[in-house]
């Protein structure tokens, strides 16, 4: 089958490595946000902060197969999920500790102005007060310890008996977190350890909505304000799932905009191929974006990037078997998707690619066309047209071994004889231009 034929020309080793590298501007950002989150916090990650760059450079590869980067990108996915993992255990671990701390901060303070308003001594008192300023948890619960061992032969209240009660499990490190943690329903402090750990994750809800941040804010004022005890913890308990409500909401918003940052940020890697100002719009105005359709964008736009690397490599095996290419010709390929060439010692007759959007960005129509004159009407010039019909087939099979050479199928899905439609007349778009020139210049001669 030597006449026009429609051919699906895939670039395979390109779809992937556009697929691996949609996953690591995806990597980049969840890696960005756990290193953030673990410089804020001191704590140790076993993240690999380098992995997206590794990745990249095994794609990069020009010695990887298909089968390679498919290997690869299936391990990209995980690792995106462990990093989330990771932050999700950071995030947590960070709020435990800030809330605790906070928590026994105001604890001590509690118990260091109970003791102060209780003694006279003035040893104690600037013992007191040396406890009150110190900067660390710890100090600041050693020297109430020592405060209060001054105040032994004194009578000690129900508060400072708690406090000394938690005192006694105090230590440094997990241990002092841990007895925070443990504080008995009946300890004074107690509900301030929820109070904390609620302002903590609000705290870490980077792009949290507004007004649900500040609702929580509001209500957490309400409960600090209560200066009753009992009251305080009947407050507590009121807005606890109201609360619970308003976290719910925080947390929603924080996590659409972590999300509408990552698909921008995989969006970006094949821009040329899609509208993304038009993207950023809708997520600007917040409008009710689907992952399913932001996934279909992606795997097009990089079926179309993978599909003009395909267009370029057939060019250069045009080139490779004798075929004349000129300046911008693989721009307008690309671009505009169809092109007309030839070979220098045949100016007669030159060979038509186009492209098919309507059947799918990777079909290619190619057909033997004559650049002057009009269509055959003899039975010489039928003869003719045939054998240059035969002849671009023969063309085409050493492209498709090129393009076998660089992992790009090149596949016939349909083609006529030779010699079976006739070969048509049209004129190259240079050719057209230079035409339109002469016209033009002849005109303005004549005027």
């Not at 105001?106 to 109970?114: E, H, Q």
């Not at 619970?244 to 921008?264: D, T």
Request: proline share 2%.
């Amino acid at each position: 089958m030597s006449g026009p034929k429609i051919i699906d020309v895939v670039a395979t080793r390109q779809v992937e490595r556009g697929k691996i590298a949609v996953f690591c501007a995806r990597l980049e950002v969840v890696l960005m946000r756990h290193q953030k989150l673990a410089e804020q916090s001191g704590l140790s990650s076993a993240v690999d902060m380098g992995l997206a760059e590794k990745i990249r450079r095994a794609a990069a590869d020009q010695q990887a197969t298909v089968f390679d980067l498919i290997a690869l990108r299936d391990q990209v996915a995980p690792q995106i999920a462990f990093v989330k993992t990771e932050t999700s255990r950071l995030k947590e671990t960070a709020i435990e500790n800030a809330s605790r701390s906070s928590a026994t901060v105001y604890a001590l303070d509690a118990g260091i102005k109970r003791a102060m308003g209780r003694t006279g001594d003035a040893r104690v008192r600037q013992q007191l007060v040396a406890a009150q300023e110190a900067k660390g948890i710890n100090q600041k619960a050693r020297l109430y310890e020592e405060a209060l061992e001054l105040m032994e032969t004194q009578e000690e209240g129900e508060g400072n008996a708690a406090i000394r009660e938690w005192l006694a499990q105090f230590d440094s490190g997990e241990e002092g977190a841990a007895a925070m943690a443990e504080l008995p329903e009946r300890h004074p402090q107690r509900w301030r350890l929820e109070v904390e750990r609620i302002r903590e994750e609000v705290g870490l809800l980077e792009g949290a909505a507004v007004d649900a941040v500040e609702q929580i804010q509001a209500s957490l004022a309400r409960i600090e304000a209560e200066i009753d005890e009992e009251k305080r913890v009947r407050l507590l308990d009121d807005l606890r799932y109201p609360l619970a409500e308003q976290v719910r909401q925080a947390r929603e918003s924080a996590r659409r905009v972590e999300q509408v940052e990552e698909w921008l940020q995989a969006l970006a890697v094949h821009a040329e191929y899609l509208d993304l100002a038009e993207w950023k719009r809708r997520f600007e105005r917040g409008d009710a974006v689907q992952a399913v359709e932001v996934e279909e964008a992606i795997e097009e736009a990089n079926a179309a990037a993978a599909a003009a690397v395909a267009r370029r490599e057939v060019l250069t095996a045009l080139q490779s078997i004798g075929y004349e290419l000129r300046s911008g010709m693989e721009t307008a390929f690309v671009r505009d998707g169809r092109i007309v060439v030839r070979k220098p010692n045949d100016g007669d007759y030159g060979v038509e690619l186009s492209t098919l959007p309507q059947g799918g960005v990777n079909l290619i129509r190619s057909r033997v066309v004559r650049l002057r004159g009009q269509e055959a009407q003899t039975a010489d010039e039928r003869l003719r047209d045939k054998e240059r019909e035969e002849s671009w087939c023969s063309d085409r099979q050493s492209i498709a071994e090129y393009l076998e050479a660089l992992e790009i199928k090149s596949e016939v899905k349909t083609a006529r004889a030779a010699g079976e439609g006739g070969v048509p007349v049209i004129k190259p778009i240079a050719a057209a231009i230079d035409e339109r020139r002469t016209m033009v210049r002849k005109q303005r001669r004549e005027n």
